[in-house]
């Protein structure tokens, strides 16, 4: 019998066993530049994005432009768009930078060079790495991969990558601070292959740098 057909009848606590077919509980949707072997940029949206101080941990398919970038050329551009940009992330997500698609894509997706173009966001020279930044993002970081591993299964990779530098939009920033404020930026979250942004703060970690009164 097929589990992921027929879940389990609630127990005692009131869950149930089930098996998602993907386990996005509500992660940030991250923009992510590198370059092509022909100088090119090539644009990509993930959502397995998480930061551990200034390294930043990326999960990409094995088989992708983005993977096949990294591992030859290490710069790359992580771009955070805001809640309103959604539908430019969309646009991407059927489109892949390889030629000819890699059988493992998904039915319907295309290959496309003008990623840029296609979704309707301009590129913004970077300055210390060679992709461009994604205009318009309020949060975008340049930065290199220092580790790019094969995950435990094969049709994925992590890329462990260096933020070389941070460039943020004065409207999220405490002013005269090095602090982005919490109450003005909101990412776009991706959250069970739905988009949201984030609802009214509830309160803050005691190790906040930036905490708010009552």
């Known amino acids: 019998m097929d589990i992921a057909q027929h879940p389990t009848p609630p127990t005692a606590t009131g869950h149930r066993t089930i098996t998602p077919s993907i386990l996005y509980v509500g992660t940030p949707v991250a923009l992510l530049t590198t370059e092509n072997e022909d100088g090119t940029d090539n644009l990509a949206p993930i ?53 000819p698609v890699p059988p493992g894509k998904p ?15 301009a590129p913004q020279r970077s300055e210390l790495v060679r992709p461009s930044r994604v205009a318009g993002c309020p949060l975008q970081f340049e930065a290199r991969a220092a580790r790019v591993s094969q995950g435990v299964a094969d049709w994925y990779v992590t890329v462990e990558a260096e933020v070389l530098r941070v460039h943020a939009d004065p409207a999220v920033v405490v002013p005269g601070t090095q602090h982005i404020d919490p109450a003005a930026w909101s990412p776009l979250i991706y959250n069970f292959r739905h988009y949201f942004g984030l609802g009214p703060e509830l309160g803050h970690s005691h190790r906040t740098d930036t905490p708010r009164s009552a």
Request: aromatic share 8%.
């Open 47 to 99: 959502s397995s994005v998480w930061a551990l101080g200034q390294i930043v941990v990326l999960g990409l398919g094995a088989e992708g432009q983005t993977a096949r970038n990294l591992r030859e050329r290490s710069d790359l551009v992580i771009s955070l768009p805001s809640p309103d940009m959604w539908e430019h992330v969309e646009r991407l997500a059927p489109l892949t930078g390889r030629f």
């Open 107 to 121: 039915a319907g997706c295309r290959y496309e060079a003008d990623k840029f173009g296609v979704a309707g966001l």
